[in-house]
């Protein structure tokens, strides 16, 4: 099963991907229907989830019924645990960049905000545009989200001036990356242009750099306000890995 996944992620591409998942989600659901694990973001629990992973393939991480990540399932807790996000009363403006479709139509039926989505590519997308470049107005939004984007983005120092632009005052951002917490600092290098290199070195074909510790550093530099959440800290072990979720993965939560 590994290998197929792998060879599946590194051979179709990502809109076609988000279009096929929509078919076999439900088959995969219904298959490995169990007691095991979890998905804190449905409720369903399954006697295993699904391996993932461009280049080395992690076990029981990726969900049945909603194709959550660790990472995605560790955000829905902390929003719904630590915030407002889905209690509030007063509307809340949402931009959500590269939407995941674990969060995508839960958010759109939400009566409490206002809810946008960009991406270049993405089919979930209601604006297509360019991170370094939005179409948005300065000041306009109450909630950023932008998850495993700037990895992506040669210019993430102007992706992340363009995301403090638009965010408001007193808004948040959440904005997860892959990182290597064990390395001080970021290693990028626009001389390795070989995908199979990329992958090796970065992680994944199309990932332009190795996020370090200095990564919250960077986004304060920028003038956010970033509280580096240790979240799976507060959860207890059994839930950590009953929801397998990632020990010791931060949320880059910042604040204008």
Request: with cysteine; glycine share 4%.
């Amino acid at each position: 099963m590994k290998s197929v996944f792998k060879f599946i992620l590194n051979t179709i591409p990502r809109p076609i991907l988000i279009r096929l998942s929509i078919v076999v989600r439900p088959i995969l659901a219904f298959l490995l229907k169990g007691n095991t694990f979890t998905d804190p973001i449905d409720g369903k629990s399954f006697r295993m989830f699904l391996p993932y992973g461009y280049g080395t393939q992690r076990n029981n991480v990726l969900s049945p019924s909603t194709l959550s990540l660790e990472r995605h399932r560790l955000l829905w807790l902390y929003l719904q645990n630590e915030t407002d996000f889905f209690t509030a009363t007063e509307k809340k403006n949402v931009l959500h960049f590269a939407p995941e479709q674990e969060f995508y139509k839960r958010f759109k039926k939400q009566k409490n905000i206002q809810y946008t989505t960009t991406d270049l590519f993405s089919p979930l997308a209601d604006v297509k545009a360019d991170i370094c470049n939005l179409p948005f107005e300065d000041n306009q939004y109450d909630v950023l989200f932008c998850n495993h984007v700037l990895e992506h983005i040669p210019d993430d120092t102007k992706a992340m001036q363009e995301l403090y632009r638009v965010l408001k005052p007193g808004g948040m951002a959440i904005l997860q990356i892959p990182q290597d917490l064990n390395r001080a600092t970021t290693f990028s290098d626009d001389s390795i242009t070989d995908e199979k290199e990329r992958a090796a070195i970065f992680g994944q074909y199309d990932h332009v750099r190795v996020y370090g510790r200095d990564y919250f550093d960077k986004l304060r530099s920028i003038g956010f306000a970033v509280v580096e959440e240790d979240y799976t800290k507060t959860i207890s072990p059994e839930l950590v890995t009953k929801y397998c979720l990632a020990p010791g993965e931060i949320i880059p939560v910042c604040f204008k």
